[in-house]
């Protein structure tokens, strides 16, 4: 799932800390946010353990 995370309507969605559902815009929204301001993010993940995001600006 990981090169798709970035990618509008995204398939690698999970619910929310909440329980609410996802709609697969939130990273894509972010994405483009962050590069309109010549920034940059990206991620590592560790399967079982977590994901840390990186954002630079």
Known sequence: ??????NKFSKAQRP???GEASTGLSLCFSRQCIEQHNGTIYFKSIEGTGTKFYIAI
């Open 1 to 6: 799932m990981q090169p798709e995370v970035f």
């Open 16 to 18: 929310g800390t909440g």
